[in-house]
T-cell receptor, first 114, second 113 residues
C-alpha cells in the first residue's frame, strides 16, 4: 500500500533562517506531488506541484521554492524565512491525470516563524 | 479556470441535527468534485467524490453530497450529526485531466451536545 511521510511535524524557526521540509511517498511510482499551505482562515493554498523529477510548477510568487530530486521525494525550501511563512504545510500525492481523482495527504508540518 | 466557494467559515449544529455544508464551484469544463475532512493537527482525508454518473454520492461516516449542475453546487449533508463529526471540511474541484486540485477556504463544523 502507498504511504506518505512528511517531517518534521512541528518546527519553530527564527526570521531569516533557512527552511527545509521533506516529503516522501512509498508504494507508488511517478506520482504527482504537491505542497499546500494552510493559514488560519484562508483554507488550503496550492504552493507547488510536480509531475516528474525536476519538474516544478509554482502557483504563487513567494519566498519559498520546491525541488524534486527523486521520483518520490519532494522538498520545500526557503533561504530566509519571513514571519508570513508561518502556517501548516501539507504534502500530498496523487496518481497522474486523467485518473488522479483524489489526493493523499501527509500529516502536515506546523511551522512557526518567530 | 476552476474555483470553489464555501459559504460559512463556521457552522454549529446540535448533536442529532442535520448537517449542511455548502459548496459552489466554478469550472469551464465538467468538474470532478470532492469533500475532504481534516481533524486537528492532521492531514486531509477524502470523504467522498463526484466524477461522473450518479449525482448523489455517498461517502464515509454517513455523509453524502449531491452534484447539481444547474446550481453549480456540491453541498455536503449528514442526516444526524455526531460529536465525532467536529472537524474542518474542505470542498475541492479538479477539471478532468488537470493536475491541480483547488480547495475552498474550509468550514469548521462544531457539534453542540
Amino acid at each position: 500500500s502507498q504511504t506518505i511521510h512528511q517531517w518534521p511535524a512541528t518546527l519553530v524557526q527564527p526570521v531569516g533562517s533557512p527552511l527545509s521540509l521533506e516529503c516522501t511517498v512509498e508504494g507508488t511510482s511517478n506520482p504527482n506531488l504537491y505542497w499546500y499551505r494552510q493559514a488560519a482562515g484562508r483554507g488550503l493554498q496550492l504552493l507547488f506541484y510536480s509531475v516528474g523529477i525536476g519538474q516544478i510548477s509554482s502557483e504563487v510568487p513567494q519566498n519559498l521554492s520546491a525541488s524534486r530530486p527523486q521520483d518520490r521525494q519532494f522538498i520545500l525550501s526557503s533561504k530566509k524565512l519571513l514571519l508570513s511563512d508561518s502556517g501548516f504545510y501539507l504534502c500530498a500525492w496523487s496518481v497522474r491525470a486523467p485518473t488522479n481523482e483524489k489526493l493523499f495527504f501527509g500529516s502536515g508540518t506546523q511551522l512557526s516563524v518567530l | 479556470a476552476q474555483s470553489v466557494t464555501q459559504l460559512g467559515s463556521h457552522v454549529s449544529v446540535s448533536e442529532g441535527a442535520l448537517v449542511l455544508l455548502r459548496c459552489n464551484y466554478s469550472s469551464s469544463v465538467p468538474p470532478y468534485l470532492f469533500w475532504y475532512v481534516q481533524y486537528p493537527n492532521q492531514g486531509l482525508q477524502l470523504l467522498l467524490k463526484y466524477t461522473t454518473g450518479a449525482t448523489l454520492v455517498k461517502g464515509i461516516n454517513g455523509f453524502e453530497a449531491e452534484f447539481k449542475k444547474s446550481e453549480t453546487s456540491f453541498h455536503l449533508t449528514k442526516p444526524s450529526a455526531h460529536m465525532s463529526d467536529a472537524a474542518e471540511y474542505f470542498c475541492a474541484v479538479r477539471n478532468f485531466g488537470n493536475e491541480k486540485l483547488t480547495f475552498g477556504t474550509g468550514t469548521r463544523l462544531t457539534i453542540i451536545p
